[in-house]
């Protein structure tokens, strides 16, 4: 302590200023840091909540009485208690569902309410509702939807209404079934909707593809997992790279196409007309004068008798003719192209080492046809399929572990702890070694003996006023290294008053400067 003492006693003011502001400074990082230390580990409970939610979540945790923080929109609650807390705050029915209901018509009378402001409560009341059911997936952390139906009134009958469902994840993303299922809900809730008009979006990943409107990429992606996954039995996990190409129609067409068929007729009426005529006439005798008197017989005459039958037989051919109308919608494979690079096997050299080869013609032939089964290989449309072995490059068989580091292993509440031991150890080092080995001196070496020969040692006065000036100059710098007899590295002056210069010095070297005077009161006795 008396050496501390002398230490802060040998400081100016503003050492001692510097050496306070230190020390008040440290004070604080190392409380900073055990308050951290101390500090219980926070966890999330809940996250995502709207304020009326949050507001009632933090109410029950209040009256739990365990320590919270609100950071943005999640709550922060100790670890150790997390679990037990979601536990009871679920127990009271925390945190409520955001949707609401059918409980909306309950407060409806019909006395002020018309028939838009009713229907207008009846589309909210059912996307709730749908809402609530969506909600009952076990990866789905919100849910919203939006209906958007034609408030048609009169003798219209069809109502081409259309539906989106937005969904926030907790981690899972919503698959094809997943999202086929939900427009199949929404459509069925509501009368007229097609299943095809509703979308379902993820908030992370977009839209979200049921299993019959997939898109390229998506068909192009199952393909190549499909042949992946008939590959790896065989060649082994990471020895079949697969690359698919998938040409799709994006344009609709329709075709008509008409064909006649000369050679094919078909009757299409028969027409049958009989004609009979028949007919008989007679003729009188001659015109005499006898034939003028009374009471005379007419002669006969001539008589002639004519027949007449006709058939006649009509029928009616057409050519043959086939109409064709094919609507090509878009989504076909128009060509399909499949690269598969596997890798070679190893085999035993000359020299034992062994050595990578290709796989022979007639396995990768065999693997050809496996994966023109896996995509639905069609030569005719003009598909391609190249199946190559070529030895990979040499990698590990069992590959890198990752092994955790130690900021990983650590937990933050340890990371403080170490921080404050560090802390505490450089403050004692700064504060107590470091000034007790700096008033420690090491014992002087042995000087060499002084030379009495030399020239005697100017006047006192005048030698230092000469060496020590208070203003410094090029010729007399502030600093005046004093060479001396028998001293290997001269003394050199702090700027400062020359006479605690010269106490400063000797104080700093007390056995040599003793020496040096005893030296010079010998040199003077044996000059005099």
């Known amino acids: 302590m008396q050496k501390l003492q002398d230490y802060w006693n040998e400081r100016s003011s503003q050492q001692k200023m510097i050496l306070g502001a230190a020390f008040l400074g440290t004070f604080l990082m190392i409380a900073g840091f055990a308050w951290l230390a101390n500090r219980p580990s926070m966890a999330l409970i809940y996250g995502g909540l709207d304020s009326a939610q949050a507001g009632e979540v933090i109410a029950g945790i209040e009256r739990a009485g365990v320590p919270y923080e609100v950071r943005g929109d999640a709550i922060w609650v100790e670890a150790g208690q997390r679990d037990r807390l979601r536990m009871d705050l679920a127990a009271e029915g925390l945190p409520a569902a955001g949707s609401t209901g059918y409980e909306l018509l309950d407060g409806m ?121 008939i590959l790896e039995p065989h060649v082994g996990v990471g020895n079949a790279i697969v690359e698919l190409n998938l040409d799709l129609v994006t344009d609709t067409e329709l075709l008509t196409e008409q064909r006649f068929d000369p050679e094919q007729r078909a009757l299409i009426s028969t027409v049958t007309e009989e004609t009979t005529d028949q007919s008989n006439s007679t003729g009188s005798g001659a015109v005499t004068a006898a034939s003028n008197l009374p009471d005379t017989e007419e002669q006969p005459g001539d008589t002639s008798q004519s027949n007449r039958a006709e058939n006649r037989s009509q029928a009616n051919y057409e050519v043959s003719r086939v109409t064709r109308e094919v609507q090509r919608q878009p989504g076909s494979t128009r060509r399909l192209t499949v690269a598969v690079l596997v890798n070679g096997t190893t085999q035993p050299g000359p020299d034992g080492q062994p050595v990578a080869i290709a796989r022979p013609e007639a396995e990768l032939q065999t693997l050809r046809e496996l994966v023109a089964s896996a995509v639905g290989f069609d030569e005719a449309r003009g598909d391609q399929i190249t199946v190559k072995s070529l030895p990979f490059a040499a990698l590990g068989e069992d590959g890198t572990l990752a092994q955790p580091g130690l900021m990983d292993r650590l937990a933050l509440n340890d990371l403080a702890r170490i921080a404050l031991i560090g802390v505490f150890a450089l403050a004692i080092i700064l504060l107590v070694l470091r000034p007790m080995m700096r008033n420690r001196t090491p014992a002087p070496a042995p000087l060499p003996m002084l030379d009495t020969s030399l020239p005697p040692m100017p006047p006192m006065m005048g030698g230092l006023n000469g060496m020590i000036d208070d203003e410094p100059s090029p010729d007399n710098p502030r600093v005046v290294p004093i060479e001396f007899p028998g001293l290997e590295t001269p003394l ?37």
């Open 492 to 528: 050199s002056l702090p700027p400062a008053d020359p006479v605690a210069r010269l106490k400063a010095m000797m104080k700093e070297r007390h056995d040599e400067s003793v020496k040096i005077l005893s030296g010079w009161i010998d040199n003077k006795e044996k000059v005099n």
């Open 109 to 229: 009378s019909g006395f002020g309410t018309t028939s838009q402001m009713f229907d207008a409560a009846y589309w909210r009341a059912k996307e709730g509702e749908l809402a609530r059911t969506i909600l009952a997936l076990p990866n789905v952390a919100s849910a919203r939807v939006h209906l958007a139906i034609e408030n048609g009134r009169g003798y219209r009958r069809d109502q081409n209404g259309s539906a989106s469902v937005t969904l926030t994840t907790k981690g899972g993303a919503i698959t094809r079934e997943q999202a086929a299922a939900l427009k199949y809900l929404v459509s069925s809730g509501v009368p007229g909707m097609q299943p095809e008009r509703v979308t379902v979006i993820d908030s992370q990943r977009g839209i979200v593809a049921a299993t019959e409107d997939q898109s390229g990429a998506d068909r192009a992606a199952e393909m190549k997992r499909n042949v992946e996954r």
